[in-house]
């Protein structure tokens, strides 16, 4: 199976400030129909997981243009230009390539 | 607008059996893959396996193969998630998440999930 590694575990932000995670691949998640099936997800205290972004780079809707999703093949960040404390949560990358869809461990990130 | 209600919070002893449930509303349930993911107390998210309601495709983790059985009834847009002979080690919180779709093709990756049932199994 697919392995998902997220850098750093945890976050601690200023608001105001950017702020960026790192996934890594164990396999490319570039498919032969052309599309990379990244995704990102935000689990904020006491949620069910909601869908930040689609395929690499396409925001959900009703998500904020403050987030952004980049990368290719094996490498993937997730920013956000301006932390809000309602941004707080732990964030999961997550591959749907190849099944099993496999997770990163997670990124909690706290409001300084 | 698109809802997965699941059912309550279960309690159960080591042994039981247990099927717990996830009402799909506001959209067309036999054409979105729907799947279950584990989250253990404290820990991460782990994707358990999906069903396609349509043809009930169904696919698992290796993981959880042969420990969970997914299924679906189409009837009532309901899916479900069950267990022969719960283990300590089931306790965690589970959601039903659905598959998202294109205007051509339709996914696992999930777009919209339930609100979660917490499943305790003690002695």
């Known amino acids: 199976e697919i392995v998902m590694t997220q850098t750093p575990l945890s976050l601690s932000v200023t608001p105001g400030q950017p702020a960026s995670i790192s996934c890594k691949s164990s396999?490319?998640?570039?498919?032969?129909?052309?599309?990379?099936?990244l995704y990102w997800y935000l689990q904020k205290p006491g949620q069910s997981p909601q869908l930040l972004i689609y395929e690499v780079s396409n925001r959900s809707s009703a998500v904020s243009d403050r987030f952004s999703g980049s990368g290719s093949g094996t490498d993937f960040t997730l920013k956000i230009s301006r932390v809000e404390a309602d941004d707080v949560g732990v964030y999961y990358c997550?591959?749907?390539?190849?099944?099993?869809?496999?997770f990163g461990q997670g990124t909690k990130v706290e409001i300084q | 607008e698109v809802q997965l209600v699941q059912s309550g919070a279960e309690v159960k002893k080591p042994g039981e059996s247990l099927k717990i449930s996830c009402k799909a509303s506001?959209?067309?349930?036999?054409?979105?893959?729907i799947g279950w993911v584990r989250q253990m107390p404290g820990k991460g998210l782990e994707w358990m396996g999906i069903i396609y309601p349509g043809d009930s495709d169904t696919r698992y983790s290796p993981s959880f193969q042969g420990q969970v059985t997914i299924s679906a009834d189409k009837s009532i847009t309901t899916a479900y998630l069950q267990w022969s002979s719960l283990k300590a080690s089931d306790t965690a919180m589970y959601y039903c998440?659905?598959?998202?779709?294109?205007?051509?093709?339709?996914?696992?990756?999930?777009?919209?999930w339930g609100q979660g049932t917490l499943v305790t199994v003690s002695s």
């Open positions: 506001g959209y067309s349930f036999s054409t979105h893959w």
């Open positions: 396999q490319s998640l570039l498919h032969s129909d052309g599309k990379t099936y």
């Open positions: 998440a659905r598959g998202y779709c294109s205007s051509t093709t339709c996914y696992t990756a999930s777009d919209h």
């Open positions: 997550m591959q749907s390539i190849q099944l099993p869809q496999t």
